[in-house]
């Protein structure tokens, strides 16, 4: 809403309208930026391979469909109808002050997050120069040991500085000008390039039995946690629970439709997921590398392979621009919840929040790049709750205050605010089976999550 501003009584615009906000296709692109990340990027692949093959596979697609979407078409809905950040958005919609405060967590939420997701993608520029530069091509290295040698170390400070001078930068030259732009080229690109490394890994000898791994399908696998697995991630694959969605929606057009959005995202995210995992499950088994978890896979298994691979070093160095676009464009989701809060709580100018939020999340993140478990960093040893700064970080985010987000969007959603349905463009059975889904079964799935991630539901 533009409007004066009772301070200063200069003209206050928001980006939502006019020049300023998103394209419509430069918000599919941005969205779809914000959903392909690193979780895409080795999570997806891993757990598919662990739980199933392509019998997880459709489960995922389940549960996006099921819980995923509905709840990403409710944040961007709620966004572009409040026309405000993850927090003042709820206020501007009910004219109730509790909501400010519940839309305040996911922009803490996001805060955090930020701050130690820089340092992984932080790692992923490391391993690109690394890459490129020939150093990861001798076959002979003990690839586990550089890798704990490294995230053990203070180098990472470093990348994870320079990750959030870029998101900072990016954010910094505005919606249009600066994540627009970022994202039209970098997405585009990332598609061409990963489909290239994915011809690459299937004409490997001995591909197919990596593409049978990730593939086949083996129904027994599925259980009552491959089904929660599903339904994590598919939240977590899409951004949400943590206003990037909503904040996002908040400068998309009122002609765009949000629905077609909604579906395009969706599938972008599942696209980028199924190719990742085409190209990492024949490279690392053609050339006998353990299909190991999370961090292992992508800085282990991984580079020993393509050290073994004829050019390698080029493969390689493009896998890890790939991951460091990832992480990258998702980044500035991120970063830009807290912004866009700032801007409108302090009225500060876009360049100063960006500038002090990226350099506030930048120093709450150095304990976090020091304490990366197993790998005997100057902050490793320090336990709180049981677990490292890095891992309680990672935990309390992504497992308790994620879901918490989702649930006050599926609450607000179907319960508080009467006229979704209109800001939505939904009317008829649609509708009535968003509703269903965002009153009943959403909340219901989500408490499900909530409960086995921290434990107290537990599956022999
Ligand atoms: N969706 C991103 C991924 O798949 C992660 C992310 C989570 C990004 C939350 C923004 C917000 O890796």
């Given at each position: 809403?533009?409007?004066?501003?009772?301070?200063?009584?200069?003209t206050?615009?928001?980006?939502g309208?006019?020049?300023a906000?998103?394209?419509?296709?430069?918000?599919?692109?941005?969205?779809?930026?914000?959903?392909?990340?690193?979780?895409?990027?080795?999570?997806?692949?891993?757990?598919?391979?662990?739980?199933?093959?392509?019998?997880?596979?459709?489960l995922f697609?389940?549960?996006?469909?099921?819980?995923?979407?509905?709840?990403?078409?409710?944040?961007?809905?709620?966004?572009?109808?409040?026309?405000?950040?993850?927090?003042?958005?709820?206020?501007?919609?009910?004219?109730?002050?509790?909501?400010?405060?519940?839309?305040?967590?996911?922009?803490?939420?996001?805060?955090?997050?930020?701050?130690?997701?820089?340092?992984?993608?932080?790692?992923?520029?490391?391993?690109?120069?690394?890459?490129?530069?020939?150093?990861l091509?001798?076959?002979n290295?003990?690839?586990?040991?550089?890798?704990?040698?490294?995230?053990?170390?203070?180098?990472?400070?470093?990348?994870?500085?320079?990750?959030?001078?870029?998101?900072?930068?990016?954010?910094?030259?505005?919606?249009?000008?600066?994540?627009?732009?970022?994202?039209?080229?970098?997405?585009?690109?990332?598609?061409?390039?990963?489909?290239?490394?994915?011809?690459?890994?299937?004409?490997?000898?001995?591909?197919?039995?990596g593409?049978?791994?990730?593939?086949?399908?083996?129904?027994?696998?599925?259980?009552?946690?491959?089904?929660?697995?599903?339904?994590?991630?598919?939240?977590?694959?899409?951004?949400?629970?943590?206003?990037?969605?909503?904040?996002?929606?908040?400068?998309?057009?009122?002609?765009?439709?949000?629905?077609?959005?909604?579906?395009?995202?969706?599938?972008?995210?599942?696209?980028?997921?199924?190719?990742?995992?085409?190209?990492?499950?024949?490279?690392?088994?053609?050339?006998?590398?353990?299909?190991?978890?999370?961090?292992?896979?992508?800085?282990?298994?991984?580079?020993?392979?393509?050290?073994?691979?004829?050019?390698?070093?080029?493969?390689?160095?493009?896998?890890?621009?790939?991951?460091?676009?990832?992480?990258?464009?998702?980044?500035?989701?991120?970063?830009?919840?807290?912004?866009?809060?700032?801007?409108?709580?302090?009225?500060?100018?876009?360049?100063?929040?960006?500038?002090?939020?990226?350099?506030?999340?930048?120093?709450?993140?150095?304990?976090?790049?020091?304490?990366?478990?197993?790998?005997?960093?100057p902050?490793?040893?320090?336990?709180?709750?049981?677990?490292?700064?890095?891992?309680?970080?990672?935990?309390?985010?992504?497992?308790?205050?994620?879901?918490?987000?989702?649930?006050?969007?599926?609450?607000?959603?179907?319960?508080?605010?009467?006229?979704?349905?209109?800001?939505?463009?939904?009317?008829?059975?649609?509708?009535?089976?968003?509703?269903?889904?965002?009153?009943?079964?959403?909340?219901?799935?989500?408490?499900?999550?909530?409960?086995?991630?921290?434990?107290?539901?537990?599956?022999?």
């Amino acid at each position: 809403m533009s409007g004066l501003d009772k301070k200063t009584g200069k003209t206050v615009e928001r980006p939502g309208e006019g020049a300023a906000g998103f394209s419509k296709n430069g918000f599919i692109l941005a969205a779809i930026g914000s959903s392909v990340g690193l979780g895409n990027m080795w999570k997806f692949p891993y757990i598919t391979g662990e739980n199933g093959g392509a019998a997880f596979f459709l489960l995922f697609i389940l549960c996006l469909v099921v819980v995923g979407l509905p709840i990403l078409l409710a944040e961007m809905t709620i966004g572009r109808g409040g026309r405000g950040n993850a927090s003042s958005s709820l206020f501007n919609l009910t004219n109730k002050k509790h909501w400010k405060w519940f839309g305040l967590i996911s922009i803490i939420t996001a805060f955090l997050i930020m701050s130690y997701y820089s340092v992984v993608a932080g790692w992923t520029l490391h391993y690109m120069i690394q890459s490129f530069a020939g150093a990861l091509s001798d076959v002979n290295m003990d690839y586990a040991g550089a890798f704990l040698g490294f995230a053990g170390g203070y180098m990472p400070i470093f990348w994870s500085a320079l990750v959030m001078a870029i998101t900072g930068f990016v954010i910094a030259k505005g919606v249009s000008g600066g994540i627009e732009k970022f994202n039209k080229i970098l997405i585009p690109g990332f598609l061409i390039l990963l489909l290239i490394m994915m011809v690459r890994a299937l004409t490997l000898p001995g591909a197919m039995e990596g593409a049978e791994f990730f593939l086949k399908p083996d129904f027994s696998k599925l259980n009552e946690e491959s089904v929660l697995i599903a339904l994590g991630h598919s939240f977590f694959s899409l951004s949400l629970g943590m206003g990037c969605m909503l904040t996002y929606g908040s400068y998309v057009r009122k002609d765009q439709s949000l629905g077609k959005a909604t579906l395009a995202i969706g599938a972008g995210d599942l696209l980028y997921a199924f190719i990742a995992g085409l190209v990492i499950f024949p490279t690392v088994f053609a050339y006998g590398m353990e299909p190991s978890s999370g961090v292992g896979l992508a800085f282990i298994a991984l580079p020993a392979a393509f050290a073994q691979m004829p050019l390698g070093f080029l493969f390689g160095g493009v896998f890890f621009l790939l991951l460091a676009i990832a992480a990258l464009t998702s980044a500035v989701s991120i970063l830009e919840v807290p912004v866009a809060y700032a801007m409108e709580q302090w009225k500060w100018s876009r360049k100063k929040t960006a500038t002090i939020m990226a350099t506030l999340a930048f120093l709450l993140g150095v304990p976090s790049a020091l304490s990366v478990e197993g790998a005997d960093g100057p902050l490793s040893n320090v336990l709180l709750f049981g677990k490292t700064i890095f891992d309680l970080f990672d935990f309390s985010t992504s497992y308790i205050l994620m879901p918490v987000g989702g649930l006050i969007i599926t609450l607000f959603t179907g319960y508080a605010w009467k006229r979704a349905g209109e800001e939505a463009g939904l009317t008829g059975g649609i509708y009535r089976t968003w509703m269903f889904l965002l009153r009943y079964v959403c909340p219901l799935l989500i408490i499900l999550i909530f409960l086995y991630s921290v434990g107290v539901l537990k599956f022999s």
